[in-house]
């Protein structure tokens, strides 16, 4: 007679995607302990498909064991299965089933069963297999792991409280294997909603699966649940079945918010003021425990009360976030930062009443808008504006003080892209508030010209400054400080935008007045001393910006100090018009010698310091170290392109400089191709006659002829020549070169062909 086997285990998963990785370290982690129980905690958020892995891994190495044996742990009666020393009623049956199925149990028996079980599993001479499932936590299970045996124990939690080395946590779905799952279970083939719907539910397994039943119901195409569940979503998370799940994402977390409500008032307030920021990241470390603002005032007395206890109390908001670490409902801190998955916040805004709701996304504005520190230009503050800008904009009103303050970090450190999004959306907002010509929609409108210049359309800036110096003229005065920097910077654009010698007839019309309004050592004169020096040199005197420079360098250092962002801007300028003026060796030891600075101050990304870098390449080239050159630029350009972008000014500057010394290095075909794949997204970006693409159109005919093809230098020095001629003038020295490499390389080819 062969011998019972016992085996209880649920049905094996219809569909699991996904999961080959995990299941294999699942298998490692078992057989690494040799003939010693072993216990693998899988452990996650509820919906993420523990049970289906543990389920799957069970089936697929049954072979392997002797003993299988699945025991849901959680009593659904609500039995403490956590307290230590004790099971459920449910346990103690199952363990009692088990016990008379591999012989060691009676029915009229009054031994312990668990015990009789783990004594029998001991003795066993092969592999068993316990899978203990939906367990609260550690304690939960610790009476019924077998203490010997040559057996394996894998357990789902929702809590990631296990002991070293058991815990293996279950993340969401991948996001292309998420949306290749919605094709397969819906049979469409619109990957594009299917990548839409991966992302409004945060590939989490089980909304996944229920989307996929709705479908399959429903017969509607991916596009149409795309729309439905952005109108509709509480609706379609708390309806529709999922296939090997036993609640919808509506529910699934219920009995977790339940327990924590009775145990930890404070932790739903935790997680309810979270589910607001955005999922991932959130600074808990500086939101809770850190004031670098005022005490948020919190208007509404029941979240205050629920709410204010925790705040900058470290170890109260420690134990909250525990709290809600043991339900996986937040990831693990790191550095002072928590996310949360997407529809964990969703499911708990939902089910908050619409008076609720408002009074939670105020609470969250208002605690964030107070650890805001004060001076957004500041490199010190930078850390912690950078922890919440992205949070910023879930719950700050557009046009209130914190988000201006977000988007003067954003453009102090660089992030012009980011900023420009964000204050083209508080313009808009501050338009329909406050009407055209209040002086703070004024000054918004003054940072959007700005942030539009930095950000690479210095064109738009320039027009965006004309448009509004007079409003300021009329409704501020011809001498307002806010009036004289638009002043100063439609100077500044106008000259970004190509024409030098007006921004300089501007910068030296506004000096005096700044001059006489301001003092002569005031920060803003200074600055539009700097520009008249810098435009003066761009107009053609390299001599002239370089001794203004020099001049205005040791007041800088004076009045902002040696490292202020300022000063080193002087001291760049003076490096390039060192160079601009003769002396390459000089600028590029001035360049060399700020760099370090620029660095330590700025940060290594800053596109000040990118600055640097390019021009310490430039002028080392230019020196006479075409190889350096050309390796530094080589250095920077992948950097400059995640920074800036990769149709960004100045990446396209450093790609065209890129190829030029490649080219003064040796390698002149190279140069001609890069050339060649840069042309037509300078024409794009810049323009068809802007002077960079002008210039790359020179080396590109310049490097072909170099790589041996005389008749194309010819032929595009021949189509350059009337371009030339019209936008910089026939006597231009750039039109004067052209024609003078056009009669060289007409010469050669003329010389070839014969």
């Not at 450190?413 to 338009?431: C, E, K």
């Amino acid at each position: 007679m062969v011998p019972a086997r016992p085996v209880r285990l649920f049905p094996r998963p219809v569909t699991l995607v996904g999961r080959e990785d995990l299941l294999g370290e699942v298998r490692s982690r078992l057989l690494d302990g040799g003939d010693r129980p072993v216990v693998v905690a899988l452990c996650g958020l509820g919906g993420v498909g523990k049970t289906s892995v543990a389920v799957e891994y069970a089936h697929r190495y049954q072979a392997d064991y002797g003993v299988i044996w699945q025991i849901t742990v959680d009593d659904p009666a609500g039995a403490s299965a956590s307290v230590p020393g004790s099971v459920s009623a449910s346990v103690s049956a199952a363990f009692t089933e088990l016990a008379a199925l591999v012989g060691v149990r009676q029915v009229v028996d009054a031994a312990n069963p668990v015990h009789q079980v783990h004594a029998a599993l001991a003795a066993r001479p092969d592999r068993w297999l316990l899978v203990l499932d939906n367990a609260a936590d550690v304690d939960a299970v610790r009476e019924v792991l077998p203490p010997a045996g040559r057996g394996h124990v894998l357990v789902t939690s929702r809590s990631a409280h296990w002991p070293k080395g058991q815990a293996l946590p279950v993340p969401v779905l991948d996001h292309q294997v998420a949306a290749g799952f919605l094709l397969a279970r819906s049979g469409d083939s619109d990957r594009a909603a299917a990548e839409q719907i991966a992302q409004e539910v945060g590939t989490l397994p089980l909304a996944l699966e229920q989307a996929g039943a709705y479908l399959h119901d429903s017969g509607r195409r991916l596009a149409e649940y795309v729309g439905l569940f952005r109108t509709r979503r509480g609706e379609l998370l708390a309806h529709g079945g999922a296939d090997g799940y036993a609640a919808q994402v509506a529910t699934t977390w219920s009995l977790s918010f339940q327990r924590l409500q009775q145990s930890d008032p404070s932790a739903v307030a935790v997680l309810r003021l979270l589910a607001f920021y955005g999922p991932d990241d959130i600074p808990v470390g500086i939101l809770l425990n850190a004031a670098p603002g005022e005490d948020p005032d919190l208007h509404d007395e029941g979240i205050a009360d629920v709410l204010m206890p925790v705040l900058g109390d470290p170890l109260r908001a420690d134990r909250a976030i525990a709290a809600l670490r043991r339900y996986s409902l937040v990831s693990q801190p790191v550095q002072g930062r928590v996310s949360m998955h997407r529809l964990v916040q969703a499911v708990t805004v939902d089910q908050l009443p619409d008076e609720q709701r408002a009074g939670w996304r105020q609470a969250a504005a208002e605690l964030l808008d107070a650890v805001l520190p004060e001076d957004p230009d500041r490199r010190q503050n930078w850390p912690v504006y950078a922890a919440l800008a992205a949070h910023a904009s879930m719950v700050l009103d557009l046009a209130g003080s914190g988000m201006g303050a977000i988007i003067e970090y954003l453009h102090s450190s660089g992030d012009y892209a980011t900023g420009l999004i964000l204050q083209r959306q508080r313009v808009q907002v501050m338009r329909d508030q406050l009407g055209s010509e209040h002086p703070d929609m004024l000054s918004a409108q003054a940072m959007l010209a700005s942030l539009t210049g930095r950000a690479g359309d210095v064109a738009r800036a320039r027009d965006q400054c004309a448009a509004l110096l007079p409003i300021q003229e009329r409704v501020l005065g011809i001498e307002h400080p806010d009036t004289l920097t638009s002043r100063a910077n439609l100077a500044f654009w106008s000259g970004a935008a190509g024409d030098v010698a007006r921004a300089r007839d501007q910068c030296a019309a506004l000096l005096p007045i700044r001059e006489r309004v301001l003092g002569i050592e005031h920060p803003d004169t200074l600055t539009s001393r700097a520009n008249l020096a810098s435009w003066s040199g761009l107009a053609g005197d390299a001599v002239e910006a370089r001794d203004q420079y020099a001049a205005l360098l040791p007041i800088r250092e004076r009045v902002l100090g040696i490292e202020h962002p300022d000063t080193l801007t002087s001291r760049a300028n003076l490096a390039f018009w060192s160079g601009a003026a003769g002396d390459a060796v000089e600028a590029r030891d001035q360049y060399a010698a700020l760099l370090p600075i620029r660095e330590r101050v700025s940060g290594a990304e800053h596109p000040s310091t990118l600055t640097a870098r390019a021009n310490l390449a430039r002028w080392s080239g230019l020196a006479g170290d075409a190889v350096g050159a050309r390796d530094q630029y080589a250095a920077l350009l992948p950097i400059r392109e995640r920074v800036s972008g990769a149709e960004h000014p100045e990446t396209l500057t450093d790609r065209a400089n890129m190829a030029y010394w490649i080219g003064e290095a040796g390698d002149a075909a190279q140069a001609r191709d890069q050339y060649a794949a840069l042309m037509p997204i300078q024409e794009r970006v810049s323009g068809a006659e802007h002077p960079e693409t002008l210039t790359a159109r020179a080396n590109l005919a310049r490097w072909s002829g170099q790589a041996g093809d005389a008749i194309g230098a010819r032929d595009l020095y021949a189509a350059l020549m009337p371009i030339r001629e019209r936008v910089s003038g026939a006597e231009h020295p750039e039109t004067l070169s052209a024609r003078a490499n056009l009669t060289y390389w007409t010469r050669v080819a003329d010389g070839d062909s014969s």
